[in-house]
């Protein structure tokens, strides 16, 4: 031990030692900036993630908005008479007496304002189970969950209720409005003419609209007892509020839409989340642009899909696109075209994640009727749905700039591209060149956009027709 110390000390103080005295204070220093450099970025990487999630994942709201809405009708329930059944109007259903030995919400919700097909399992069987945050806005909650043993996506919206000088008492105020239609006293044939005119505004004066309407009556009378109470009247009015579930109803019949499994209020649950196809999503929100171009292409290759698994995802995304063009219930807009929006299932069949930006024709047309411009940029919906400035008259043209297909083909370059086999990428990107420069004017689409996306379709379907991932 002592030989040690002696040893230190002719280190410390023997005279060749003193450029090592010289550097270590620098080396220190260095190292100190280094350990807290990674302390800081730790440190800030947690404050993002948390804040953004904090931020974003707010389904605690959603139910807690269900709780209080519920507590409306219980003095509604009390003030007026609860009548018998007529054909004629929409009616306060009976409400049978509360069972013991459930919560304070589910007794309430007995007596509430709001109905749907899962409000039972949802608030007094707790059936409904809440997983993993994946809303990437805070006015729509998206999570997964689980109910009745199968992978569910659950979603609803507190646009009303995310004030930052709001206090905990905001909730019901927004029920209130959310809720305030239909009044008591309409008749079913009043809320027909309501959704009706709801439909034409949103979906344009199309003749399939009255089916549309017959699907809401049947989706209200989730029950099946042949009868529209009040509480689900107002339940399913709500929801059509929601541009994704208006959306799902018009696309119910469509493959790659997910389908709608439930509702309660204005909260529903769709099939199971989808698998995406971009590797930066499962980043929080606020880093995601920082990914570099390079490195998500790089990426995509790395943990996307095998290149034939991607082909086919493609193919059932120009097919989408073939099912929002001229469908039974009007034409449809994708105006946010990103990877992120891509999904697929287990059998990589492809799924639209998010239809939140897909939108009617006759509400972007609505959106951009006579509106002042001064460039083509301020007429814009949604993130890329774009038309063209009149500059002379200062007003907005009708017609987009780019149809769903020519934005879809961009997408699809750097999706389809890196790793597509050798003999297969030259037409390939050419097929993708021609379809990206498809104009959103009218008489063009009409006379190119089958044609393109026909060829698409067949030159991927041959390379994997014969193959394990057909």
């Known amino acids: 031990m002592r030989r040690l110390r002696r040893l230190a000390h002719l280190v410390l103080f023997c005279p060749f030692s003193k450029g090592l005295q010289g550097r270590l204070p620098g080396l220190r220093v260095k190292y100190v900036f280094l350990v807290w450099l990674g302390v800081f970025a730790g440190s800030w990487l947690a404050y993002v993630h948390y804040s953004s999630y904090a931020e974003l994942c707010r389904g605690h709201i959603c139910q807690v908005v269900i709780a209080l809405a519920t507590k409306g009708l219980g003095t509604m329930a009390t003030v007026t008479h609860i009548q018998e059944f007529t054909p004629h109007l929409l009616q306060t259903p009976r409400l049978p007496p509360p069972r013991p030995h459930l919560p304070a919400q589910c007794d309430q919700y007995r007596k509430g304002i709001i109905s749907g097909s899962i409000c039972q399992d949802l608030c007094n069987l707790r059936q409904v189970e809440w997983r993993t945050c994946l809303s990437s806005v ?45 009044t008591r006293g309409t008749s079913i044939k009043e809320f027909q003419e309501m959704t009706l005119s709801f439909l034409k505004a949103n979906l344009g004066d199309l003749p399939s609209l009255p089916a549309l309407v017959g699907q809401v009556l ?63 999503a499962a980043l929080p929100p606020l880093l995601r642009p920082l990914l570099p171009p390079a490195l998500h292409r790089a990426l995509q290759q790395w943990l996307g899909p095998a290149w034939p698994w991607r082909a ?79 500059t002379l008259l200062r007003q907005c043209k009708g017609d987009l700039v780019q149809p769903n ?48 996306l026909s060829h698409l379709k067949t030159l991927l379907w041959k390379q994997i027709s014969n193959t394990k991932y057909a």
């Not at 929601?242 to 649950?269: M, P, T, V, W």
């Open 218 to 280: 049947l989706m209200a009378d989730f029950n099946k007892d042949h009868r529209v109470s009040l509480a689900e009247a107002k339940s399913v009015w709500a929801l059509l509020q929601r541009n994704e579930f208006l959306l799902l109803l018009s696309l119910q019949e469509k493959e790659h839409a997910s389908r709608l499994l439930g509702y309660c209020g204005d909260l529903y649950i769709t099939e199971g989340v989808p698998h995406s196809s971009w590797p930066g």
């Open 312 to 390: 086919k995802i493609a193919i059932g995304l120009l097919e989408f696109v073939e099912e929002l063009f001229h469908g039974a219930y009007g034409t449809f807009y994708m105006c946010e075209t990103t990877l992120a929006n891509v999904g697929y299932t287990a059998k990589y069949d492809f799924r639209m994640a998010d239809l939140q930006q897909v939108a009617p024709e006759a509400a972007v047309r609505r959106f951009l009727r006579g509106r002042h411009c001064e460039h083509s940029a301020d007429c814009t919906y949604g993130r890329d749905c774009r038309a063209p400035c009149d």
């Open 405 to 452: 297909l020519a934005k879809v083909c961009e997408l699809l370059r750097d999706y389809l591209l890196p790793g597509a086999p050798a003999g297969l990428r030259t037409e390939l990107g050419k097929q993708l060149r021609t379809c990206t420069t498809l104009s959103g004017l009218a008489s063009q689409v009409e006379a190119h956009h089958s044609l393109v």
């Open 138 to 182: 805070p006015g729509q909650q998206v999570y997964s969950g689980l109910w009745q043993g199968k992978e569910v996506t659950i979603k609803c919206g507190i646009e009303e209720s995310l004030d930052s000088k709001a206090g905990a008492d905001t909730a019901p105020r927004r029920e209130l409005v959310l809720f305030d239609k239909p």
